[in-house]
């Protein structure tokens, strides 16, 4: 087996510094954990209801934090009372349960 040149050495280390500083800089600007979101758990209302030909039936509710959410196959009618969960600030919701 061929003993690595200076060159080879001084490279491979300069790669492996690189790597770790790579690694240690993006883990501090964008930590792996903003990537899991809170699940938010609330009482809503429907507010809307619509049918479209490709996507189903669709439904919209209107959350705490102000931005509609969409509920993908939605069988219930405007003004029955739900609970849904969603991640935090994002816009698509499933139901958990139901007073109807």
């Known amino acids: 087996m061929e003993e690595m040149n ?4 001084y490279g491979l280390m300069f790669l492996f510094i690189f790597i770790t500083a790579f690694i240690i800089i993006a883990t501090l ?7 899991i979101r809170e699940d938010v758990y609330e009482e809503v209302e429907i507010m809307g209801k619509w049918t479209h030909d490709i996507t189903g039936t669709k439904c919209l509710v209107d959350t705490s934090d102000n ?3 969409t509920i993908d196959n939605c069988d ?4 029955d009372i739900v609970t849904i969960k969603y991640g935090k600030d994002m816009a698509y919701v499933w139901i958990v349960f139901s007073v109807r």
């Open 6 to 9: 200076d060159s080879k050495k």
């Open 29 to 35: 600007i964008f930590p792996f954990w903003n990537l």
């Open 67 to 69: 931005i509609p959410k």
């Open 76 to 79: 219930k009618e405007i003004g």
